[in-house]
Nanobody, 124 residues
Framework: QVQLVESGGGSVQTGGSLRLSCAVSGYFREIYCMRWFRQAPGKEREGVAA???????KYAESVKGRFTISMDNAKNILYLQMSSLKPEDTAMYYC??????????????????WGQGTQVTVSS
């Protein structure tokens, strides 16, 4: 069993930055795809960034160039560095893990494990 616990959300103004963290326990290092999702009120959950076990990253077009996903394998922590934040980035952000071999993307594969979420609010 894998447990994921997010932290680092908060309220910022347009153009600000935040770094989200996701602590991973019961960790499986050999096979994974780690991702960040977000869900705004009244909208579907969307994948925003993914990183596989070879460190390859992919991003949704809406966040490309502004968000950076990374994994500290020594500390078992997944990060999402967010900069140049916009009001449309306001959402609940979730980290997720999938048992997977090879490249992955914000939209696939379906996660096996989810965190509880952390709220990000960007005001204009």
């Amino acid at each position: 069993q894998v447990q994921l616990v997010e932290s680092g959300g908060g309220s910022v103004q347009t153009g600000g930055s935040l770094r989200l963290s996701c602590a991973v326990s019961g960790y499986f290092r050999e096979i994974y795809c780690m991702r960040w999702f977000r869900q705004a009120p009244g909208k579907e959950r969307e994948g925003v960034a993914a990183i596989d076990n070879d460190g390859r990253t992919k991003y949704a077009e809406s966040v490309k160039g502004r968000f950076t996903i990374s994994m500290d394998n020594a500390k078992n922590i997944l990060y999402l560095q967010m900069s140049s934040l916009k009001p449309e980035d306001t959402a609940m952000y979730y980290c997720a893990a999938a048992k997977w071999i090879g490249p992955c993307a914000p939209g696939w594969p379906s996660p096996n494990y989810w965190g509880q979420g952390t709220q990000v609010t960007v005001s204009s």
